[in-house]
Nanobody, 124 residues
């Protein structure tokens, strides 16, 4: 079974940085786009970023563009999210996600596998 495990979350002051890690157990996912989403209590998941299988193409939500960078190391079965210039509105549970087929999924419904999430809290 496919497992995705996020780490790296924590408490940081506004303007600070965090790096999130998503380690996955399915080597076949290295052929697929991977995504990061975030969610706050009572709200639906929000798309944050996605990266193609090779790492050559990326997409970002407008709210994080220029501040967040998604990357991956397929040899380590790991996807990263570098978050700089963090703002209080970035506070959320961040989850990585994977589809079950090749393509370019950019919304929640196109992803089939999800991690448990890691909490990011940005204080003022």
């Amino acid at each position: 079974q496919v497992q995705l495990i996020e780490t790296g979350g924590g408490l940081v002051q506004a303007g600070g940085s965090l790096r999130l890690f998503c380690a996955h157990s399915g080597r076949f996912l290295n052929m697929y786009t991977m995504g990061w989403f975030r969610q706050t209590p009572g709200n639906k998941r929000e798309f944050v970023a996605a990266i193609s299988s090779t790492g050559g193409n990326t997409r970002y939500a407008d709210s994080v563009k220029g501040r967040f960078t998604i990357s991956r190391d397929n040899a380590k079965n790991t996807v990263y999210l570098q978050m700089n210039s963090l703002k209080p509105e970035d506070t959320a549970t961040y989850s990585c996600a994977a589809p079950s087929r090749a393509g370019w999924p950019l919304d929640e419904g196109q992803y089939d596998y999800w991690g448990q999430g890691t909490q990011v809290t940005v204080s003022s």
